[in-house]
């Protein structure tokens, strides 16, 4: 907990500051009550005493209990204002650390849990911040002054306070003991009913489709019920510790009367009053002691769970990502577009076996190399090696003749127009969408936006829509179909106008025909510009200049359509698969 501390800032301390002082009066005031109760407990019972000297001492009560008030409110007040902007900063260092993040620790930590630990994790934190600056301080400052107040008042009080002061503290140990594995589950099994709802949500198509509907209520059950009956556990744990405290309260209040009765009895006559007096205020203080002890054990209650989630948090801002920003923004060697396999070799972060072994290419700028292979082949996985989603484990890529790793990442990124595999767009309208990005610092017009549809072969449907290039996106893109989302995403990446063009099989949700005008629309548009394809449809990569086979990690074959037919068994077979002899010849 103490190491997720350290982002708390300079203001936030001083406020922190602040609240001790509040709270050293707030303490002092509270245990001035007793104080005057004595006085005019020995007011009422002296005969002669003055009406006006009660009312003083009762007014004087007031105050202080008023002044209690307020002080109680200005801590309440600061507590929760520290607890809400220190939320509010954890989950932005969550967030912008996950956005310098390779897929290497997207992939270690799951969406599910990052999603936990920026939400839920968090809100323990503030909880735990919030409710701890009003009684950390607070609860120990009350609990020794009370008890210096008390020392000296009475022996026999005084060893009835510390025995149920030991029950106390004993039954919550105990309790506190049992609870704390619990509580540290608590947090994973949060993290297992996201991810269970997350892909029933996400899933609900295909689950319809299958009439999976009872499978998958059944595993959220599992979940859900695991989740609850860890709950159930830790809430009945603290359910039974109020009753207790209650019961010892009592028995303690009950204690200090039956001593104070026995003391009053076998006092002298002059010794009866004060007894008496000291009876009252003792009964007042130990129960202070008994309250103050009581909100320290309820805040160590509350810690076992925060630490688990100050844990998580820290885990997840303290990672370091594994793609190091270079320093080369511009390279000076008047190269453009070109890119460099040398001997590249790859396997994932923990993985055994090499996805990729030294696979090595070049593409010249204006070339169009085309990627193709059987499922698992490698070949999103080597093109994901360019922008730097992963670094190579062996060998090197260059853009441009300069090692990509040199590069700063945004000088990189701005050199290349990326389409993935699966769309993504993001809520907003078809221009946002398309205009995404800082673009190399020039934001795209209007103009640039409508000229990049167009050559995605979008600009069709898009002037249908309502609003045209200001129609609502849904989140996800929900209300466009599979290829319209592909021509949104293809348009996005023309908008950058790059010198690399990376499509990482983006044409499978078109038709033949409007993948053929797409491609040609693209050559004709971007000349200049490299284009890097990833595809499974042979129709899609006749035309390139280039052709990398791959097989099991390994490149086969090099060339362009008619020579691997008959150089590459392997891309003979793709393509005698999808393709007539008739069209083979042709």
Known sequence: MTNILRYLNRKEWALIGVIV?????QVWLNLKVPEYMGVITILIETPGSEMDDIITNGGYMVLCALGSLVAAVVIGFIASKIGASFAQRLRSLQFNKV?????????????????????????????VITMGLQLIIFGPALAVWALFKIIGKGLEWTIATGVAMAF??????????????????MQTLTDNINRVARENLTGLPVIRAYNAEEYQKSKFERANAELTGTQLYTTRAMATMFPFVGFIMNALILSIYWIGAILIN???????????????????????????????????????????????????IDTGSSIKDGTVTENNNGLSGEVEFKNVSFKYPGA???????????????????????????????????????????????????????????????KIGYVPQKSVLFSG?????????DNGGAPATEEDVENAVRIAQGKDFVEKMDGAYNATVARGGTNLSGGQK???????????????????????????????????????????A????????????????????LDDGEVVGIGKHKELLGTCKVYKEIAMSQLSEEELAL
Do not use: H, W
Request: charge should be positive; aromatic fraction near 8%.
């Open 352 to 414: 055994a076996d090499y996805v990729l072994r030294d696979v090595s290419f070049s593409v010249k700028r204006g070339e169009t190399a085309a990627f193709i292979g059987s499922t698992g082949s490698g070949k999103s996985t080597l093109i994901n090696l360019i922008p730097r989603f992963y670094d190579v484990t062996e060998g090197s890529v260059t853009v441009d003749g300069v090692d990509v790793r040199e590069y700063k990442l945004a000088s990189l990124c701005d």
């Open 429 to 437: 309208t078809l221009a946002s969408n398309v205009a995404f990005g």
């Open 21 to 25: 002082a509040f709270t050293l009066v």
């Open 530 to 549: 490299t284009s890097m394809i990833v595809a499974q449809r042979i129709g899609t990569i006749m035309d390139a200049d280039k052709i990398i086979v």
């Open 168 to 185: 106390l503290t004993s039954m919550f140990v105990v309790i506190i003991i049992a609870v704390i594995p619990k509580f540290r589950r």
């Open 266 to 316: 076998n006092a002298a006559p002059a010794d009866v009053l004060p007894t008496f007096s000291n009876m009252i205020v003792f009964s007042s203080y130990s129960m202070q002691v008994m309250m103050a002890i009581m909100m320290i054990l309820m805040l160590f209650i509350f810690l076992p769970r925060a630490q688990v989630s100050a844990r998580r948090i820290a885990e997840v």
């Open 486 to 528: 592909q021509r949104i995403s293809i348009a996005r990446a023309v908008c950058r106008a790059p010198e690399i063009y990376i499509f990482d099989d983006s044409f499978s949700a078109l038709d033949y025909k409007t993948d053929r005008t797409l491609r040609t629309a693209l050559k004709k548009e971007t000349k200049g």
């Open 99 to 127: 956005e310098s993040f390779s897929m290497g620790e997207i992939n270690r930590f799951s969406i599910a849990s990052l999603i936990t630990r920026s939400t839920n994790d968090v809100t323990q934190i503030q909880l």
